[in-house]
Every structure is written in C-alpha cells, then in structure tokens.
C-alpha cells in the first residue's frame, strides 16, 4: 500500500516537472508560466482576467502565452492580427474544446452533430423573412409583458425595480415566449434561470463550493423539466423555434435525453445577453443626461402614427434609421461585451503578425482573443476609453467606422459579436430586440433613478469571457406609464 502511494507521488511530481519545464524556443511568443506549478495564473485569471490580461500585455505586449490550470494559452491582443486565428481552419479547432465546456456546463455531448450544418440550421432562422417574424413576434411580447407587468398598479403609481432584474426579466420572457413552445411558466423559468447563470461563470471554472454544486445541478435539473417541450412527449405538433429545433436534432440521431439537455444550451445562448446589455445601455443613459436627452429627441422624432401601447405597432425600426441609438448600443457593447475567443492549435502553425513579426504556435495549447482589451478598451484606438460617450460612433448623423491604430487602419474596432465563422447567428435580432424594448420603454414609461446621485454599478469581474458582462449590484430604478398612456 505505502509503495503505491509512493509511486503515485512521484508520477505526479514528474509529471508537476515535466509540466513547469517548459521553456520558451526560438521566435515563440513570450512565455510566463506564472509562480504555482501546474496551476499557473489559473487564480488571478479566474478572479479578474481582464486585469490580469492587461497586467500580461504591460509587461509583454500584443503577444504572450501563459499557464493556465496545465494548459499553455496564448493570448493575441493586436486586433489587425485578428484574422489570422478567426479565418484559419486547418491548423486551428473551435469545436474540441467548445464541446468540453458545453459537456461541463449543461451535461451534454453533442458531437454526432456537424459544426456547418448546426450553424446553416441556425442561420435559416435569424435572417429573411423568418428574422422579420421574429422580430414582429418579440416587439409583441414585449409590449404585452410592459403591460401585464403593469396589472394591479393603480396608473399614476411609481414602481420601484432593479434595472438589471427589470431589463433581464422582461427581455428574457419575452424572448422565450418569441422562440420556445411553453406559454405558461415564463417566470418560472426565469428564476429558475438566473440561479443557474449566476454559478455558470464558477461552473466552467470547475470552482464552485459544495452548496454551491447542489443549487446548480438542481437548478439544471429543473430547468430541463422545465424546457421539456410537448413534443418530446409526442402531445403537440406546432411552428416554433423550438419545434424546428427538436426536428433537427432528431434528424442528426440526438437520443430524447440529450435533447431535453440540448434545449437550456439554446435558452443559455439565445437569452443570456440582450437582457445585461438593455440594463447597460438604459444604465448609462440614466447616468449620462446629455445622452439620454440625444436618444429621448431621435425617438420623438420618429413619425409615430400609433402611439399607443395597446395597439400594434408599425415596425418603426424598418422604416427609420436611428444613428443616435445605434451609437449609443455600440458604446455600450464596446464597454461591457467581454467575449473570448478561443481555439485549439491542432498542428503546429506559423502565425503572421500585422507587422510582419512571425510566432510559432505549438499544436495542443489554446489561442485566445480579447477583444475587450482591444480593440475595445485600447486608449490607442477609443479616446479614453473607459468613459461612455454616446456619439463615440457617430459621424454627422451617420455611424462612423474609421478607427485607426498605429496608423493603421483597422477593421475590427470593436468585437462584441464575435468574428469569422462563429460570429453571432442572432446579432440582428438581438440589436432590433434591445432597440425595440428601449424605444418602447422611453415611449411608453417615465423611467428615473431612485437617487439622482447613484453610479453605475461595477462590474462582475467573474464574468469576463463570457459574453455580456453583468453588475455586482443593480442600479435602482422608479418607472410608471405615462400621463398620455394612463389616460388612453
Ligand atoms: C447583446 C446581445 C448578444 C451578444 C453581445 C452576443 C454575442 C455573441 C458572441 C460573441 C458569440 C460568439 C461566441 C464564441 O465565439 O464563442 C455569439 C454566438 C451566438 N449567438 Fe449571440 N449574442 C447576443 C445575443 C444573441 C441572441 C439574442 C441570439 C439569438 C436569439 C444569439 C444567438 C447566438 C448563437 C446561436 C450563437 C452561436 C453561433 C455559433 O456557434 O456558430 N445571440 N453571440
């Protein structure tokens, strides 16, 4: 017995040595293998890794590798060098450990399903003709969620919210009740959901407590009840989003189990993000009069024939530009869309830098992009960039494009739908989604902070790398229908 033990310490400690020997070789990036053997940074990566990537990129700049949890990551930071990681296939996998994250997170294995054809499948759904109805469908939703949230209110009566839970809450019902099949247990779900998205950042990270471990799997496990549709128990044939879903898992030969699992991946991917990027945006304008004052005079200016609530509307957003609002979403996102991008390297790759330089990448540690140190966060291309200016994309009235760094000028000057093959499939739907619920929440309610003098609140800093950033905190809000609307 006690020489098993012995020959199971010295493995680990040959395999701790052959793990934290790894030296840098000739015109390979940087390398800083951080203090702790086999874990390397993986603690302050975990904590805050937008600090602890621009701690990395003062000291080594656009291009370094680090140790994280025993793999070799190497993180790439100059936004002109993008598409040599987003456009290569041969050399770089998204979907390897894409499937690892997804089996961690949801319990699902998915890999009998070909990457293209998922991604054709979702494409069909959020453009054309279909996008249009979906957009229809959503603005619907929202305004009879903005009302029946309003039953039992005297009309004149201030509420009092959140803005993060009012903005997640009512984006998330009403995207569900846009893409899934179930009408009656939207709140239900919803709670059950933000449970489940408050552990998942610690979840991927395999760092939850005990306590923590039980809420997230029973959490999961009621959502999967939850999410069940009727078709799976053979009792409903309908149109749905979900419903074309169910079909195209089926045809790919996914067993009932998985598919029940597959359905909280989709509600994580499709709902997660609108909800936290409305609460930024609507934050921000709130704590930024002149910009508040610049969207509530573009909207008044949209030739509204039918201002009420109760009626449906015309699709303003097709048939009117709004510079100002765009503007104002791209600010936000640029400021609080932390997404990474990762790949695995597959075969040994050179990668060309923008400047000519060349790096070897080694086959089987990850790459990484951050947009949100840059070109998001990057003072030399965003004018002091961790201030929110409404107009920062705005050139007379139109949305300007032309950023520069070094000179150079860039195509990727902020990132927050992703790029290349992965970019986001539901990025029009999304803008018209947050578009449609901040117009008709300006149109409709009188929206104020509780106390004039409150800041936003900061961010998650657990979050980063996962989409949308969220606040630790809420900004407290009073809203009521309008005069006009009580009235009408
Ligand atoms: C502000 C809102 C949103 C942001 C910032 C956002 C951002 C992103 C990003 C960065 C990715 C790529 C992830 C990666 O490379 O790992 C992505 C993927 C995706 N997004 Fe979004 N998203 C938003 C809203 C939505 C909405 C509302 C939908 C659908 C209703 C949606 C559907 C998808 C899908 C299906 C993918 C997967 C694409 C693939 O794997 O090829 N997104 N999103």
Request: glycine share 6%; proline share 4%; net charge neutral.
């Amino acid at each position: 017995m006690l020489w098993t033990i012995f020959l199971l310490l010295n493995g680990v400690v040959i395999l701790v040595l052959l793990f934290s020997t790894r030296t840098r070789k000739k015109n390979e990036p940087p390398l800083d293998k951080g203090f702790i053997p086999w874990l390397g940074h993986a603690l302050e990566f975990g904590k805050d890794a937008a600090k602890f990537l621009a701690r990395m990129k003062d000291r080594h700049g656009d291009i370094f590798t680090v140790r994280l949890i025993g793999k070799y990551v190497t993180v790439l930071l100059d936004p002109n060098s993008f598409d040599a990681i987003t456009n290569d296939t041969d050399c770089l996998d998204f979907t390897r450990s894409r499937n690892q994250v997804i089996q961690r997170i949801f319990s699902l294995q998915l890999q009998s399903i070909n990457p293209t054809a998922e991604r054709e499948w979702m494409e069909q759904h959020f453009r054309g003709l279909s996008l249009s109805k979906l957009c229809g469908s959503m603005n619907s939703n929202l305004q009879k969620l903005l009302l029946s949230d309003q039953n039992g209110c005297s009309p004149s009566e201030w509420r009092q919210d959140g803005l993060f839970s009012l903005c997640y809450s009512l984006l998330f019902r009403a995207g569900y009740l846009t893409l899934f099949e179930k009408r009656d247990n939207t709140t239900e779900v919803y709670n059950e959901f933000r449970k489940f998205d408050d552990l998942l950042a610690k979840l991927a990270r395999c760092s939850l407590k005990r306590e923590e471990s039980k809420t997230v799997t029973l959490s999961r496990e009621r959502l999967w009840e939850l999410l069940s549709p009727k078709c799976l128990r053979g009792e409903s044939e309908s149109n749905s989003w979900q419903q074309s879903y169910h079909h195209f898992l089926q045809e790919n030969g996914i067993d009932a189990e998985m598919q029940k699992k597959a359905l909280l991946l989709q509600l994580w991917t499709t709902q997660c993000n609108a909800g936290p990027a409305a609460f930024w945006l609507l934050g921000f304008l709130l704590t930024h009069p002149e910009a508040m004052e610049a969207v509530k005079s573009e909207i008044r200016g949209l030739t509204l024939q039918d201002t009420s609530l109760q009626r449906p509307p015309i699709n303003l957003l097709e048939a009117h530009s709004t510079p100002v609002l765009d503007s104002v979403l791209s600010e936000t996102l640029r400021l609080t869309a932390a997404v990474m991008i990762r790949r695995e390297v597959v075969h040994d790759k050179v990668l060309q830098m923008a400047n000519g330089q060349e790096y070897h990448l080694r086959r089987g540690d990850m790459v990484c992009l951050f947009p949100f140190l840059s070109p998001q966060m990057d003072p030399q291309i965003h004018q002091e960039p961790q201030v929110f200016k409404y107009d920062r994309f705005l050139n007379h009235r139109e949305m300007k494009d032309t950023f520069y760094k070094n000179g150079k000028r860039l195509k990727y000057y902020t990132m927050p739908w992703g790029a290349g093959s992965n970019i986001c499939v539901g990025k029009d739907f999304a803008v018209t989604a947050i578009k449609q619920f901040v117009i008709l929440l300006l149109t409709h309610f009188d929206l104020e902070m509780c106390d004039p003098e409150d800041k936003m609140p900061p961010v998650n800093a657990s979050r980063y790398g996962f989409g949308m950033l969220q606040p630790d905190g809420d900004l407290q809000v009073r809203h009521r229908l309008k005069r006009t609307q009580n009235e009408s």
